[in-house]
């Protein structure tokens, strides 16, 4: 199993540019989410999916859009690039059933906004 | 959500045993301690939970105190491969939505 993979590993975007950033599992596990890490500190949580076809937001959503059209791909968008938009991204998944299931996270995609 | 109190950082030597400490005091009795950490320009990975009584794996071993207001991360022989940052969350067994505070950065020292 390759994991959670993520693409790109590196991306410099302008102000007011969009784009997506993929993350992809072959876990076949049903929760995927995406977090945000900023210099120093933890993650915070952006959006994340229970399901295809679900998503909801967490703790840091604006800005961001998700979509969940299949169980293994969970891509996330950028619509308009700020520069606080500037961070460390990671997406993590999880299967749901069982008493506890720990999260698996991508190597992550270091995002800079001019 | 329960609030965390974790060192800023610590360092040890290699080969002896480590103990991350973590305060949760306002923990609710549904919740339980989990354990990530993230070495260096990497993703977090699962170390280890725990609700109650003590826990180990192979990666380490946690210990709870009995009015689990507080919890310690133990590694028995510490290694370089060691050195991260360690996260302490406490978190609901069915609550998926971690919140993460900024961890103790665990220095290892040849």
């Known amino acids: 199993n390759a994991g959670v993979t993520q693409t790109p590993k590196f991306q410099v975007l302008k102000t007011g540019q969009s784009m997506t950033l993929q993350c992809a599992q072959d876990m076949n596990h049903e929760y995927m989410s995406w977090y945000r890490q900023d210099p120093g500190m933890g993650l915070r949580l952006i959006h994340y999916?229970?399901?295809?076809?679900?998503?909801d937001q967490g703790e840091v959503p604006n800005g961001y859009n998700v979509s969940r059209s299949t169980t293994e791909d969970f891509p996330l968008r950028l619509l308009s690039a700020a520069p606080s938009q500037t961070s460390v991204y990671f997406c993590a998944s999880s299967p749901l059933a069982g008493v506890y299931n720990e999260q698996f996270f991508g190597p992550g995609t270091r995002l800079t906004v001019l | 959500d329960a609030k965390t109190t974790q060192p800023n950082s610590m360092e040890s030597n290699e080969e002896e045993p480590v103990h991350l400490p973590c305060n949760h005091s306002?923990?609710?009795?549904?919740?339980?301690i989990h354990w990530y950490r993230q070495l260096p320009s990497q993703g977090p990975e699962y170390v280890i939970h725990?609700?109650?009584?003590?826990v180990n794996n192979r990666m380490a071993s946690l210990a709870i105190a009995e009015d689990r207001k507080s919890s310690t991360l133990i590694l028995h022989r510490a290694t370089l491969r060691d050195a991260a940052v360690y996260y302490c969350i406490p978190n609901s067994d069915s609550n998926y939505q971690l919140i993460w505070g900024a961890g103790t950065k665990l220095i290892i020292k040849p």
């Open positions: 725990g609700l109650t009584s003590n």
């Open positions: 999916s229970v399901g295809a076809g679900i998503t």
């Open positions: 306002t923990i609710s009795g549904t919740d339980y």
